[in-house]
């Protein structure tokens, strides 16, 4: 395993972690589906959308933390799906339930799952 610094062991930490805040922003939208007492679902959406807009932003990171052998630039090439659904609900009228329920979150839990895996042994050691 590489030796990381213990500023970018905090970068790593707090973006292990960010990726479970949005799961939990998705469960919330998903409930709000089904319990009109999720009223928040619209500002939800919008901040999971800005949290992955900066989590594109800090792609290059990657590429200097991780050796090229490592695969951790694989999963992040894979944000470029969940970048383009986000970009669609952006940008065209859908219907937001089965669009999130079966297209949207289903990207994103397999895409975190996947980088998870390859991070856990750098932020939980």
């Known amino acids: 395993m590489r030796t990381i610094s213990s500023e970018q062991l905090d970068f790593l930490r707090?973006?292990?972690y960010l990726l479970d805040t949005i799961e939990e922003g998705f469960s919330y939208i998903l409930s709000s589906f089904d319990d009109i007492?999720?009223?928040e679902r619209d500002q939800v959406?919008?901040?999971?959308?800005?949290?992955?807009?900066?989590?594109?932003?800090t792609r290059h990171l990657f590429d200097s933390l991780f050796p090229k052998d490592f695969s951790i630039t694989e999963e992040m090439g894979m944000l470029d799906e969940m970048m383009e659904k986000l970009d669609f609900i952006s940008?065209?009228?859908?219907?937001?339930?089965?669009f999130i329920k079966q297209e949207l979150y289903p990207t994103?839990?397999?895409?975190?799952?996947l980088l998870q895996k390859k991070l856990k042994?750098?932020?939980t050691h």
């Open 14 to 16: 707090r973006f292990y």
């Open 37 to 39: 007492q999720y009223v």
């Open 45 to 57: 959406l919008m901040d999971i959308i800005v949290a992955m807009k900066e989590i594109d932003s």
């Open 91 to 98: 940008f065209q009228p859908v219907h937001l339930e089965p």
């Open 108 to 113: 994103y839990v397999k895409w975190k799952d």
């Open 121 to 123: 042994k750098y932020v």
